[in-house]
């Protein structure tokens, strides 16, 4: 599992027929300091986040396959949950979600 912040929704006009009434979100991979790592990345999102909300991720599909109890869904990555604040104390800094 990853740690991610929400920065935006990905509408489609045209999706995979098993993608369809899947909310798509742009997360934005992050650190243990809270700093972005990488590329955005278009991910499912089972759990309805909000923009800014911190979250776990996971980036294989066969896991999320067997999470919602599909076959061969047409995804890279998924959203698992809900992350309400990372508190660290050795630094002396807390990441909320």
């Known amino acids: 599992m990853r740690i ?5 929704n990905a509408y489609a006009t045209l999706k995979h027929e098993k993608l369809k009434g899947i909310k798509l979100t742009v997360i934005q991979p992050i650190d243990h300091d809270g700093e972005a790592v990488g590329k ?4 499912a999102d089972y759990l309805n986040a909000a923009i800014g909300n911190l979250v776990y991720w996971i980036e294989d599909g066969s896991t999320i396959c067997k999470v919602m ?3 061969s869904i047409p995804l890279r990555g998924c959203i698992l949950g809900l992350i309400d604040s ?12």
Do not use: E, N, T, Y
């Not at 955005?40 to 991910?43: A, D, G």
């Not at 508190?87 to 990441?95: A, E, F, N, R």
């Open 4 to 8: 991610a912040r929400i920065i935006g």
């Open 40 to 43: 955005p990345i278009i991910v």
């Open 69 to 71: 109890q599909k076959r």
């Open 86 to 97: 990372i508190d660290m104390k050795k630094i002396g800094k807390v990441l909320k979600g």
